[in-house]
């Protein structure tokens, strides 16, 4: 993108089709992990009982949890040889790993969600929390993926003493259970409910973003593509639901009470797992 003032330009991409690919089939894989994961964990619940019986009986939905396990790790190693190959084949670009800076915008942010700031710290191609979030899946995969070979294949590590194998099932679980909750009460509010992108983000679909989106979330990142000239759509109003406070409102009430639901629910089990 050459820098400059660009008057009939609205959008910009921000996703290219490989990352598109690579973050569709993560999501389904994920998603389908947790809806067959967790009846395995909590079956002694009666909704358990009923998402099983979806499946058609315990073997095939644990046979369909492990086709979906394998195909999150394939998309790992796809995602490894793709940054491979980006890296031979274009200049590499370090944006998504974590610096100083992320530390000083962590703290800059909490204090200008408290009030105590007057302006929010100016972003870059990635923000601190986006750089946790791609870091927690590459750790989760790492962990979720070894553990689980562990509870699949536990006849390879019979050399391991047995409570290593209960250490494999609670983290295996516990970190499962902490994933959700990050999807759905994280994730999932900024791609597809804060009020700026409801109800979805186009990046995940068309990978582009809205030059005023993209100004106001990523200055930096604005400023790298543009300089500092001013884009005429930039300064649009933005559309749909962003100034709605009966959205806002709504999705206030129900993701505290989700939150406290999920808690209520959860947790519990979770110490129970522990203990």
């Excluded at 290219?16 to 009846?39: D, E, K």
């Excluded at 709504?250 to 979770?270: D, H, N, Q, S």
């Amino acid at each position: 993108m050459v820098k400059g003032s660009n008057v009939g330009i609205s959008k910009v991409e921000r996703f290219n089709l490989q990352q598109r690919i690579q973050h569709g089939l993560l999501a389904i894989s994920v998603l389908m992990l947790i809806v067959t994961g967790f009846p395995i964990k909590y079956g002694y619940e009666g909704w358990a009982a009923q998402v099983i019986a979806l499946f058609g009986g315990f073997e095939i939905m644990f046979k369909v949890h492990l086709i979906f396990a394998v195909i999150m790790l394939l998309t790992g190693v796809y995602h490894i040889v793709w940054i491979i190959y980006s890296f031979a084949k274009n200049r590499p670009s370090w944006a998504m790993l974590p610096g100083l800076k992320d530390i000083s915008d962590a703290f800059h942010h909490i204090k200008y969600l408290a009030g105590f700031e007057q302006k929010a710290p100016r972003f870059g191609r990635y923000t601190y929390l986006e750089k946790f979030e791609y870091f927690a899946v590459v750790w989760g995969m790492i962990l979720m993926g070894l553990t689980g070979f562990m509870l699949w294949y536990p006849q390879k590590f019979v050399f391991m003493p047995r409570w290593a194998f209960q250490v494999a099932r609670v983290a295996h679980t516990n970190e499962a259970f902490v994933a959700m909750l990050a999807l759905f009460v994280g994730h999932f509010f900024a791609v597809h409910f804060n009020p700026k992108v409801f109800p979805t983000s186009r990046v995940w679909l068309d990978g582009t973003i809205d030059l005023h989106h993209l100004k106001e979330e990523h200055p930096l990142e604005y400023e790298k593509l543009f300089g500092q000239g001013e884009v005429a759509a930039a300064h649009e109003e933005p559309k749909g639901f962003a100034k709605s406070k009966l959205l806002i409102v709504t999705e206030l009430v129900i993701y505290v009470g989700l939150f406290i639901f999920l808690l209520y629910t959860f947790i519990p089990k979770f110490l129970h797992g522990i203990i």
